[in-house]
């Protein structure tokens, strides 16, 4: 069964940096692409990035674009967010999500980053 | 990047059926057949239950239906359940190659 796994989120002073990661299993990772999706405290869910079965392409939101480095390992089935430049406002919950055509078809539990002096 | 617009709330009695709307513009919702419908309970990720504007992933109740006019997607939950009550989120793929989701809607079950 597909398992999408987030670690490394955590606390992080404003300006700071983090890398997420997402370990896939249960499916061909290589073959898919992957997106991050993220969801602040008591709020909806926002669309963050997206990158292509074979990492040749990544999209961006306008709110992190520049930022936030959406990656992968096709030879480890992970999947990368890295995140510098951190500010109050990217504190959220952090999923990955699995593509199935233009939608998300399985998501991880999610990791928790908290951008805080 | 403008969230797409869904009503904060909706309510039912079991065994109502109730609608969300989720409007967006034709850069999005109404310039693409991809949208898709999530549920989200409280503490958990969230649940696909509709994808291309009104095909259900294997596995979700038939009670589960959407369409989509112009630039509006309706979701449509039938027979309403005390497992229903949770929050729905619409998404669609846009013309800037990003994805956007709804302001989400909470689904109450009276």
């Known amino acids: 069964q597909v398992q999408l796994v987030e670690s490394g989120g955590g606390v992080v002073q404003p300006g700071g940096s983090l890398r997420l990661s997402c370990a896939a299993s249960?499916?061909?990772?290589?073959?898919?692409?992957m997106h991050w999706v993220r969801q602040a405290p008591g709020k909806g869910l926002e669309w963050v990035a997206f990158?292509?079965?074979?990492?040749?392409?990544?999209y961006y939101a306008d709110s992190v674009k520049g930022r936030f480095t959406i990656s992968r390992d096709n030879s480890k089935n992970t999947l990368y967010l890295q995140m510098n430049s951190l500010r109050a406002e990217d504190t959220a919950v952090y999923y990955c999500?699995?593509?199935?055509?233009?939608?998300?078809?399985?998501w991880g539990q999610g990791t928790l980053v908290t951008v805080s002096s | 990047q403008s969230a797409l617009t869904q009503p904060a709330s909706v309510s039912g009695s079991p065994g109502q059926s109730i609608t969300i709307s989720c409007t967006g513009t034709?850069?999005?919702?109404?310039?693409?057949?991809?949208v898709s419908w999530y549920q989200q309970h409280p503490g958990k990720a969230p649940k696909l239950m509709i994808y291309?504007?009104?095909k259900r992933p294997s596995g979700v109740s038939n009670r589960f239906s959407a369409s989509k006019s112009g630039n509006t997607a309706s979701l449509t939950i039938s027979g309403l359940r005390a497992e229903d009550e949770a929050d729905y989120y619409c998404?669609?793929?846009?013309?800037?190659?990003?994805?956007?989701f709804g302001g989400g809607t909470k689904v109450t079950v009276l």
């Open positions: 999500a699995k593509v199935m055509g233009l939608s998300f078809d399985y």
């Open positions: 249960g499916f061909t990772f290589s073959s898919y692409g």
């Open positions: 034709s850069s999005d919702v109404g310039g693409y057949n991809y």
């Open positions: 990158i292509r079965y074979d990492g040749s392409n990544e």
């Open positions: 998404n669609s793929y846009t013309s800037s190659s990003t994805w956007v």
């Open positions: 291309d504007v009104s």
